[in-house]
């Protein structure tokens, strides 16, 4: 076991102890606990399972993602990962699938957002066309308008490629079964940034078990193909900050460090 994990499961013994003594006696199984129980105890080598895709470089290692280069357009790339995502049954929640969610951007970005699935949520409304949920994007173009990023500008996905009904939760396996096509994506995106929202994102991303809380606040080195770095910045999922508002000035200061990273310019208001 590595050391930031034992490190956090003896934080969290002691947490439990402290909930014990003061007489709480159990938690809801709300999507964040839920989520938590899936993952934690993945290693970084559990969450690796699935390989990189084999990427053909043109010249020596690159250091920026821009510069990768994969021989094939990335529109071609990214056209036949949606098809392959809209016939996939490679696990088995596509028996429960309301609807495939590819992503949606344009092919030539400076930021890929990724998010852990979309969720029917518990009214069971689910309209088409949604990315993280009706009030979540209505959300995130809010955020990213507050950093003079247009929401068209940016790719927008998730780890899960299936939307699903509230009750269900997606389990590991199936994160190992689709994580390819998000770094499929990656790779044929080649983003300046990607900024990771939610817990499932940033583990998949960064390979890390950490908790959320631990990961954001700053940059991390994600090496999308040998050579080829892209910094990676985890946040809170606007599911969380729409249940959890007093989070959300934790990311906006998240937002203010991806701002400053891809050189945007400050906000009229700001
Ligand atoms: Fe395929 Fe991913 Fe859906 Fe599973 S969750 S059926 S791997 S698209």
């Given amino acids: 076991?590595?050391?930031?994990?034992?490190?956090?499961?003896?934080?969290?013994?002691?947490?439990?102890?402290?909930?014990?003594?003061?007489?709480?006696?159990?938690?809801?199984?709300?999507?964040?606990?839920?989520?938590?129980?899936?993952?934690?105890?993945?290693?970084?080598?559990?969450?690796?399972?699935?390989?990189?895709?084999?990427?053909?470089?043109?010249?020596?290692?690159?250091?920026?993602?821009?510069?990768?280069?994969?021989?094939?357009?990335?529109?071609?790339?990214?056209?036949?990962?949606?098809?392959?995502?809209?016939?996939?049954?490679?696990?088995?929640?596509?028996?429960?699938?309301?609807?495939?969610?590819?992503?949606?951007?344009?092919?030539?970005?400076?930021?890929?957002?990724?998010?852990?699935?979309?969720?029917?949520?518990?009214?069971?409304?689910?309209?088409?066309?949604?990315?993280?949920?009706?009030?979540?994007?209505?959300?995130?173009?809010?955020?990213?308008?507050?950093?003079?990023?247009p929401v068209e500008k940016v790719f927008i996905g998730n780890v899960v490629k299936c939307a699903v009904p509230a009750t269900v939760q997606p389990q590991a396996v199936h994160v190992q079964n689709c994580v390819s096509y998000l770094r499929r994506q990656i790779v044929a995106l080649a983003p300046e940034a990607i900024l990771a929202m939610g817990m499932v994102a940033a583990r998949v991303i960064l390979e890390k078990s950490q908790p959320l809380s631990r990961l954001r606040g700053r940059f991390h080195d994600f090496e999308a193909v040998p050579g080829v770095h892209i910094p990676v910045l985890a946040t809170y999922h606007p599911t969380y900050l729409l249940q959890n508002p007093e989070m959300k000035a934790a990311t906006w200061a998240d937002l203010q460090l991806l701002a400053r990273q891809l050189g945007l310019p400050p906000h009229k208001g700001g």
């Fill in 1 to 149: 076991m590595q050391q930031d994990q034992k490190t956090f499961l003896k934080g969290l013994k002691y947490l439990l102890n402290y909930h014990e003594a003061i007489g709480v006696a159990g938690y809801p199984l709300n999507r964040d606990i839920g989520s938590f129980l899936q993952f934690m105890p993945c290693s970084a080598k559990e969450a690796a399972v699935v390989p990189a895709p084999e990427v053909r470089h043109a010249g020596p290692a690159q250091k920026t993602g821009h510069k990768v280069a994969t021989g094939r357009p990335p529109a071609v790339m990214l056209a036949e990962i949606g098809e392959e995502v809209i016939a996939c049954r490679a696990c088995d929640l596509h028996k429960q699938r309301i609807y495939p969610v590819v992503g949606r951007g344009p092919e030539k970005v400076r930021l890929m957002i990724v998010g852990d699935w979309l969720s029917a949520g518990e009214e069971g409304r689910l309209p088409p066309g949604q990315l993280f949920g009706v009030e979540q994007d209505r959300m995130l173009a809010r955020m990213l308008a507050a950093i003079n990023l």
